[in-house]
């Protein structure tokens, strides 16, 4: 089996994911799992034939978002119907009650299957867009992003299969996009192609609201483009206006659905539900952006004091650009990168860097005020920027640094996953994870 073959590397994350993970599988209903999962009566009703079944689920979509639902079980009916195929798989084998001890099982390990997909994907497109990562540095990024322990929120708690079931279409999206002979975003062909992620940019778009960035990531990716020289190794990663305009085949069908699925969110749905805005402003929200964006940076490049509680006193919206004195100087910080990308924009790199994890956050930056204001797990799509700068890191010391790359690799994977490892402790149940927040914040 060749070095790259998709199976091997998909069978290398999943053991890896397992191993790594495994701690959790039997782990408790934790905060809204209770309320999402173990104690929904639609989700463990008794399974009468697959016609009731279906005709079940289509009543679900046709009620949509119920009013007074907390959960709102229609608003994100792709996550909803896979819990109910976790319950139809405990059925199967005779456990018909979440109080039973092996009911969170199937659940843990759906996340994790989907978690280690996602990852898989990540290679897959790493490998699309950068020909030369496929001696082995797309695997060791997407190992990178599997083992990250920002990531344990989405994963390891149930009721975070959103952010990992709506990353992984979205990076499906963007896999077929990407790397693609221009002749294929176009014409007919590229027309299909376009129509087919528009119905997987519906799926994500029903699965989380983030999913509203996915057509303009996918246009920037159709415009990017390697060069090779003739020994099949990268020149040079370039962004071109004219080529996404070529192919705007391919991104035009999907951008006409998830427009219109979001349209019809922000005028029906009302996902903010009368919340306040941060810091009781618009201004305030922007200063608020600032330090939140650089906290977010943060926790990719130190992933350690992790929580599973912003609110409160964890972290104290601002007031203006001296309420506290780190909005601004974060301000300040978040120009000089936009400068520099501006300045450098003719190389993609620059593109797949701040602008794209800034694009990717945007969502859920409060400029529609919603309850959740900031959340370790909201980091689990935007990642792939910090993974594209990876890539090109790794590159970098392959070409100037040689040897060095296959020592960083092994340490850098075997930090995250100690921390990871660690980080699992406080996700068995709801008082490890209670007390771990209080010692990360005790405030």
Known sequence: MKPDAPLLRFLILLVVGTALYAPVFDGQWVFDDERLVSGHDWLWREATGVSDELQAWGEVLG????????????????RFFSYRLDVLTLQAFGIDSPDHPSAPIPFHVHNLLLHVLAAWILSALLGRLFPWTRNGIHLAVALTFLVHPVQTEAVAWISGRRDVLFALIYLWVLMGVSGRPLEQLQGWGGWIRGLGWGFCGALAMATKEMSATLPLVAALLTGIAVSRDSAGESDSVSFSLR??????????????????????????????????????????????????LVEYM??????????????????????GPFQPLSSILCMVLLLAISAFCWRHRRSAWALLG???????LSPVLQ???????????????????????????????????????????PVLLVILALLTRSRLRDWEGPYPLWKSAVEAEPR
Request: proline share 9%; aromatic share 16%; hydrophobic share 50%.
């Open 63 to 78: 009620a949509g978002p119920r009013e007074g639902d907390e959960v709102r079980t229609g608003f994100r009916p792709v």
């Open 243 to 292: 080529r996404m305009f070529q192919a705007r085949a391919a991104w035009l069908p999907l951008t006409g659905i998830v427009l219109f699925m979001t349209l019809q969110l922000l005028t029906e749905n009302n996902p903010g539900a009368g919340t306040t805005r941060w810091g009781g402003s618009l201004w305030a929200t922007v200063w608020t952006d600032a330090r939140a």
């Open 298 to 319: 943060a926790l990719v490049v130190a992933p350690w004091g992790l929580t599973v509680d912003y609110s409160h006193a964890a972290f104290v919206p601002s007031s």
């Open 354 to 360: 701040w602008p794209l994890f800034f694009i990717l």
């Open 367 to 409: 400029w529609i005020p919603h309850p959740e204001r900031f959340a370790e797990r909201f980091l689990y799509l935007p990642m792939l920027a910090p993974m594209f700068l990876l890539v090109g890191f790794w590159r970098y010391l392959e070409r100037d640094y040689p040897g060095w790359r296959q020592i960083l690799i």
